[in-house]
């Protein structure tokens, strides 16, 4: 299958939008993901569910979702997700994200993460999101994720009890943030191409 063009690249990774046409490799990279995703995300593992999750996240009015691909073939690594965009006074969104097996522990899903960042605290008259603060709302158990967050500056704000109904039962979970200000310095990943406009 062919991929599309991609929205930034990275050194490694280059971010599309989800698209109908990416079902069936989505979903067979997360049945093949299942044991390294559970029990902290469940992401669609059939057509049936990947088909209106992807519409949601690929023109939904508050979210921005974004496949992550390996840059010279294309092939799925991941995904990043910005939920529950608030604008206003508030400009804030929750991260959702998710290596695949077969990409987890290269670094992949970080470069991606960094492209996000600079895209959603961008201003809107330069094609991003223009938003202030990013949330990763991250069950205490799970050290991957918070060593993700945590490499890309995130602080720890505060501890949820009971937050997200995850896998049949209310998981607490950890309050990591990170603001444009943050973010002010640039990560030495390397140089990114294209743009989200």
């Known amino acids: 299958m062919s991929f599309p063009a991609y929205l930034v690249t990275g050194p490694r990774v280059g971010l599309s939008h989800y698209r109908p046409a990416d079902g069936p490799e989505f979903t067979a990279r997360a049945r093949e993901s299942r044991a390294l995703h559970a029990p902290w995300l469940f992401p669609p593992t059939t057509q049936e569910e990947y088909e209106p999750y992807a519409a949601r996240l690929a023109g939904g009015e508050g979210r921005a979702g974004f496949l992550v691909r390996e840059r010279t073939t294309g092939a799925l690594a ?87 109904h995850v896998a049949g039962a209310w998981r607490d979970h950890e309050r990591w943030a990170v603001t444009a200000d943050m973010c002010a310095t640039p990560r030495p990943a390397g140089p990114a191409t294209g743009s989200f406009a």
């Open 78 to 164: 991941g995904f990043v997700n910005i939920n529950n965009i608030v604008l206003g006074a508030f400009r804030c969104g929750a991260l959702g994200y998710g290596a695949f097996a077969h990409a987890a522990g290269r670094g992949l899903l970080g470069e991606a993460l960094d492209l996000v960042l600079a895209h959603a605290f961008a201003p809107p008259e330069g094609g991003g999101l223009g938003l202030h603060r990013l949330e990763a709302n991250v069950q205490p158990g799970n050290a991957a994720s918070i060593a993700l967050v945590r490499g890309r500056g995130f602080r720890l704000e505060g501890f949820s009890p009971d937050f997200l």
